[in-house]
């Protein structure tokens, strides 16, 4: 594995992901987070006492909404966090700290978390021009990610709310795929067609189905497939359709379905595209 230093790292890399991908896009900040500003580590999910305080807020944000409702937006939201770090992987190459223990965050409203990684004296690189050697890095990174972390995570909450793991995992799948779909789509930040490929090989990568296999999680949880819609009334970016709706539309404010919900009808998903076009 190749591994860059944090002075290499500040000057070469850090101020790009901190502006483009830490702050501005993902709501991640590297560094060290205190108690203050950061409360939360991943690792109150799996200690009963600190999770139920976590839900209760989150069942407040939400209006309180129940159970079900909140389990299931919890993986929406919380796939915030694994879209951001797979985006540092594929987009500037880097592997950041992904261990429970590493991943601090604050609620902010609406059940959102924003989130805060621990600092590490050595970041790992992906490689670029060896593609079989960054496959299987990325595989390894990705599969410690997803079952050491994740599947832990969402299955404290599942326990908790009641809410399905095969729909948890279906929304982080369905995000993963819409995010790398909208960096194929979109002008990238390296050359484009070295990183065209590089996208394409990491996504290919990230949907095996042996990903996770062997780590105590079931293997392939992201090897979902949503549907791909496209519409002459739609001028924006192609994106899939979620398999699992993630109940918004229960919620007390008449949030409506989401654009990517399953249940939404053409019509319906084409209006609010185009309402929030305008916002």
């Not at 108690?35 to 069942?59: M, V």
């Not at 390894?140 to 832990?152: C, G, K, T």
């Not at 790398?180 to 090989?201: F, H, I, N, T, V």
Request: charged fraction near 20%.
């Amino acid at each position: 594995m190749n591994v860059m230093s944090m002075e290499r790292w500040n000057v070469e890399g850090k101020i790009a992901l901190d502006r483009r991908f830490c702050v501005s896009t993902w709501q991640m900040e590297e560094g060290r987070s205190t108690s203050e500003d950061y409360p939360h580590s991943a690792e109150d999910f799996l200690i009963p006492a600190r999770l139920n305080h976590i839900l209760a807020i989150q069942t407040e944000q939400l209006l309180g909404a129940e159970p079900l409702i909140v389990g299931t937006m919890f993986a929406k939201r919380y796939s915030v966090l694994v879209m951001g770090l797979l985006y540092a992987a594929s987009v500037y190459d880097i592997l950041l700290p992904a261990a429970p223990q590493d991943a601090h965050f604050r609620m902010t409203h609406e059940a959102e978390m924003v989130y805060r990684l621990s600092p590490a004296e050595v970041m790992n690189a992906l490689p670029l021009e060896d593609k079989g050697a960054r496959a299987s890095e990325l595989f390894a990174y990705a599969s410690r990610l997803l079952a050491e972390h994740i599947a832990p995570v969402f299955i404290a909450v599942a326990n908790s709310t009641g809410a399905p793991p095969a729909g948890m995992w279906s929304l982080l799948s369905i995000n993963i795929q819409n995010l790398y779909l909208s960096l194929l789509l979109e002008e990238g930040p390296a050359d484009a067609r070295l990183r065209e490929g590089l996208l394409r090989a990491d996504l290919q990568t990230l949907l095996s189905p042996e990903l996770a296999r062997g780590h105590g999680a079931k293997a392939g949880p992201l090897a979902i497939r949503g549907k791909l819609f496209s519409h002459p009334a739609y001028t924006g970016h192609d994106f899939y359709v979620r398999k699992h709706c993630c109940l918004a539309y229960r919620l007390a404010d008449e949030h409506g379905y989401c654009t990517t919900c399953p249940k939404a009808t053409i019509a319906q998903r084409i209006d609010k595209l185009n309402k929030e076009a305008t916002h």
